[in-house]
């Protein structure tokens, strides 16, 4: 159990595009879905959390509207990153916490974003 | 200001070795450490955890050796395995607030044969 899966892998785009990212909970209700960065050999960088119908809560230097995250359902939130630009290539995952008040965070494949 | 610090940066140790990943914090507020296992391109997968109300936790070969009063915690890794190479790291949370983790610096971990 405890499966998040995310969509796509890898992505390859243009700089000046959009692209965005899918992350779902497969067997479980996510109340809170995080979004991480992370850089070769580096340590995972918390982006934002999400409540399922509320507003995300950007952490600290993370661009809002550049960083758009939606999670309109229980087993789904998005990631779109709007206008990419080089600076933007990175590997991007996603966590699920099942309630409020547990613990453990499951963490999807991650998605490799590569703006040329 | 990195409130958990994890050491050694990488580690080097033959099969059947065991490699010993230490990490610190300071806000006595956490309650909840549990160790990730990454493997290169994928995401962390949860290798065990534990809470600051017992000092040792054992699952498979992996042990969690908790030091409530020094603020240390760290991961032993019995009878080391090639497959077991990969990038650890340590995190920490706290069930008040937002509950978000907050990950060691990693430990990138190579088992040769």
């Known amino acids: 159990g405890a499966v998040v899966s995310q969509h796509p892998s890898r992505v390859i785009c243009k700089s000046g595009t959009s692209v965005k990212i899918e992350c779902r909970s497969l067997d479980f209700q996510a109340t809170t879905m995080f979004w991480y960065r992370q850089f070769p050999k580096q340590s995972l960088m918390l982006m934002a959390t999400?409540?399922?119908?509320?507003?995300?809560?950007?952490e600290q230097g993370v661009e809002k509207d550049k960083f758009l995250i939606n999670h309109a359902s229980l087993t789904l939130s998005t990631l779109t990153v709007t206008s990419a630009h080089p600076e933007d290539s990175s590997f991007y995952i996603c966590?699920?916490?099942?309630?409020?008040?547990?613990?453990?965070?499951?963490f999807g494949p991650g998605t490799r974003l590569t703006v040329t | 200001q990195q409130q958990v610090k994890q050491s050694p940066q990488s580690l080097i140790v033959q099969k059947g070795g065991i490699p010993i990943i230490n990490c610190a914090y300071e806000n006595t507020a956490f309650d909840y450490f549990p160790w990730y296992q990454q493997f290169p391109g994928k995401g962390p997968a949860l290798l065990i955890a534990i809470r600051p109300d017992v000092s040792e936790k054992k699952e498979g070969r992996f042990t969690i050796s908790f030091n409530k009063s020094a603020k240390q915690f760290s991961l032993h890794i019995m009878d080391s395995q090639p497959g077991d190479s990969a990038t650890y790291f340590c995190a920490a949370s706290m069930r008040t607030g937002a509950n978000n983790l907050f990950f060691g610096t990693g430990t990138r971990l190579t088992v040769i044969p």
């Open positions: 966590s699920a916490r099942e309630g409020q008040k547990t613990y453990e965070q499951y």
């Open positions: 999400s409540n399922e119908g509320s507003k995300a809560t950007y």
